[in-house]
């Protein structure tokens, strides 16, 4: 599968998008939740995998803004509390 990581903890994105790699997948990441629209556009993808608290752009709202042009794209999220 090809996944996109969306997470502004650099940590995080690079242990999901490095075990989903090691376990067979394709996986690109972003840190800056606005510029995912645009990957998406470029980029075929079957899954997201997004951090719910991120700056600028949370991940309630990024829902909102893939759900409105890939309205069948699966989305993981998740969040760490450390």
Do not use: Q
């Not at 990957?39 to 949370?58: F, H, R, T, Y």
């Amino acid at each position: 599968m090809n996944f996109l990581v969306v997470d502004d903890n650099r940590l995080l994105n690079r242990f999901l998008t490095s075990y989903l790699r090691w376990k067979g997948h394709h996986a690109a990441s972003l840190a800056d939740p606005s510029k995912v629209e645009a990957w998406l556009d470029e980029n075929p993808c079957e899954a997201v995998i997004l951090d719910i608290g991120m700056p600028k752009i949370d991940g309630i709202e990024l829902i909102s803004i893939i759900r409105a042009k890939y309205p069948n794209l699966p989305i993981v999220m998740f969040t760490a509390i450390f």
